[in-house]
């Protein structure tokens, strides 16, 4: 069940329509979004997963424009971040204000508080490509995309368990120890609805980032949650493509790990992130 003035957001396919159902409400100006946590959004400690939260949050430009605020332009990510501020549990209603912060000629800033039952679990900010002159998301669909061949991971990449829930719902990983990389090969599933890897996609392989400088030994202790997360979208990548996360472990103290990394395919960047985790006592 869905709270009272809330319909599915229309997603055509990809990464967002395999992550959702997504709804969304609008009251005059206001625009909310939601979903529902479900298994498939978890993360090995049994709560929403970090890359889930930030795949969600991605789509809140996606909101205001199926919701009427917004004409439906195709609009790319620029910048996404989120700050974790309590785990969401299982059948948890998460829903979002979606504030539009301003508008240029290009790009549209925006902001949510995600909550649960009125309790804040994260913040995210997005900068969104938005020019008046982008295809319409009515226009013809894109071209068909090339035909997918799931290519093996370049030598010394080994698999990486991302753990049941969210993370097997993204795919099999892989990680090397040196330098320390996680990647993946970019999927029909990981797809948007141009035929370029979503950005709820990136999100999540930069929030593996702190997997392969533990297991390379670069960074110990106890369970880590993410506290921040920041991606910068910098190039496309596509279907076919195998995308790799060079982490670097910036500083370490008692509590946390800061953490940042380069996103990259066989072209060069395609995302920078940065990263804070907490190292949890429990």
Known sequence: MTPPGYVPLPIA?????????IYGRRDGERVWFGFRVEDRHLNPRAVAHGGALATFADMQ?????RMGRLVPKQSPTISLSLDYLAPAQPGDWVEGEIALIKR???????????TVEGAPVARSRAIFAHAEKAPSLDAAPPPAPPAFTD?????GFQPLDGGAGF???????HWRADPARVGFRVAPRHINLFGLCHGGALATLADYQLGPLRRSGQASGPFAPTLSLSVDYLNAARL????????????????????????????????RSTAIYALSRG
């Open 104 to 114: 240029t000629g290009r790009l549209a800033f925006s902001e949510s508080v995600l």
């Open 13 to 21: 396919a990809g990464f967002a329509a395999d992550f959702g159902p």
């Open 151 to 155: 290519a093996p991971p370049p030598d």
């Open 240 to 271: 076919g493509d195998w995308v790799e996360a060079e982490a670097t472990l910036v500083r370490a103290t008692g509590r946390y790990l800061f953490t940042q990394a380069v996103l990259s395919n066989a072209s060069g960047p395609v995302a």
């Open 61 to 65: 430009l996606a909101a205001l424009m």
């Open 167 to 173: 993370g097997a719902f993204f795919g099999p990983m």
